[in-house]
C-alpha cells in the first residue's frame, strides 16, 4: 500500500514517529513533510499529498499541523479527497466507517506522539462499510 504524508513544522517528529510505523509494517510512504521547526506554510505540504490520493499515486493520505484544521481545508479542496480530522482513534475509525475518508488529520498540538500513530493505526485499519453510507459519501463532492 502507498501512503503519501505531508506536514508543517508542528509536526516533524510525529511524522517521523509514523513513518517508522508505516515502514515497519511494509507500507511504501512518500514524504512531503518538512523536517524542520522553522515555520512554514501547512498549504506547501498538503497540496502534494492530496495530488497523491487524487491521482491514485497513493491508497491513503496522512497530513499534520498544529491544529489539523488548515491542512484538512487545504486537502478537502481536492478532488476525490475525504480528509477527515481526527482526534483520537475513535474518530479515525468512524471517519474510515461511515464517510470513506482517503486522508487523515492530525493536530498535533492536541494529541500526543503515540496518540497519532494509533490514530493512523486505526485509520489504516479500518474498511468502508459502505450501504447507507455509501448514499451520503456520494453526495460529499462538489459537481
Not at 512518500?30 to 523536517?35: A, F, H, I, L, S
Not at 521547526?37 to 502534494?48: A, C, I, K, L, T
Not at 488529520?105 to 468502508?128: G, H, K, M, Y
Request: charged share 20%.
Amino acid at each position: 500500500m502507498k501512503i503519501s504524508i505531508g506536514n508543517d513544522h508542528a509536526g516533524p517528529e510525529y511524522k517521523k514517529a509514523i513513518v517508522a510505523m508505516l515502514e515497519a509494517k511494509g507500507y511504501e510512504v512518500t514524504n512531503y513533510g518538512t523536517d524542520s521547526v522553522d515555520s512554514v506554510d501547512y498549504p506547501d505540504f498538503g497540496h502534494p499529498v492530496a495530488n497523491d490520493v487524487s491521482e491514485g499515486k497513493a491508497d491513503f493520505g496522512i497530513v499534520i499541523c498544529g491544529s489539523g484544521n488548515g491542512i484538512a481545508m487545504t486537502v478537502n479542496k481536492h478532488p476525490k479527497v475525504r480528509a477527515g480530522l481526527c482526534w483520537t482513534k475513535e474518530i479515525a475509525y468512524l471517519t474510515r466507517l461511515h464517510n470513506d475518508a482517503n486522508i487523515v488529520s492530525i493536530p498535533a498540538r492536541f494529541t500526543s506522539i503515540p496518540q497519532a500513530v494509533e490514530i493512523v493505526e486505526t485509520f489504516l485499519e479500518t474498511a468502508f462499510e459502505g450501504g447507507r453510507h455509501q448514499n451520503r459519501v456520494n453526495k460529499i463532492a462538489c459537481s
